[in-house]
């Protein structure tokens, strides 16, 4: 019994590093998508959405297989599936069944896969408004040229006063 396990804790191991190997993929491909902003370079921005589509379509399948291994740990510790709805209940039933200490891989893929996690987050929204500011800027351009620019003026008590030309 605790040598299966061993081995259920060394597939969710094992799934746990390729989550982060794609995770770390993604993170990659953001930041070369703001990099191809920055140069206007729109070609390989098309190219690294498509990557983007196709790592999270990988992410996708992987947590399939999570889902799967959680329902055969579940079956195994004769718990319902509800028990192990977040990592750390899994964590804690593997910690107990074979002894684990805290410095063992699983905790480190996942403490590594909340990282690049957040960090994908936060380039996300760098990216973003590098979008926004460049579609306000194009709006601008647009408002000039067909002459419809807007154009602030201040009152004696310096209130904004907006006129359009």
Not at 116 to 136: D, G, S
């Amino acid at each position: 019994m605790k040598q299966e396990v061993q081995l259920l804790y060394l597939e969710f191991t094992d799934l746990w590093k390729s989550l982060c190997d794609v995770h770390n993929q993604l993170y990659q491909f953001t930041c070369e998508e703001y990099l191809a902003l920055l140069n206007s370079n729109i070609d390989r921005v098309h190219t690294l959405l498509e990557n983007k589509e196709l790592v999270m379509k990988s992410i996708d399948e992987l947590e399939g297989e999570r889902l799967a291994l959680v329902h055969r740990v579940a079956d195994h510790a004769q718990l319902s599936l509800t028990h192990f709805a977040k990592f750390k209940e899994v964590y804690a039933f593997f910690k107990e069944q074979i002894n684990l200490t805290d410095y063992n891989p699983l905790l480190k893929y996942h403490t590594l896969m909340i990282d690049l996690i957040e960090k994908t987050q936060e380039q996300n929204k760098k990216n973003r408004i590098f979008l926004n500011k460049a579609l306000h800027s194009i709006q601008e351009l647009r408002n000039d040229l067909n002459g419809n620019t807007k154009v602030n003026n201040y009152s004696r008590t310096g209130e904004k006063q907006a006129h359009c030309r």
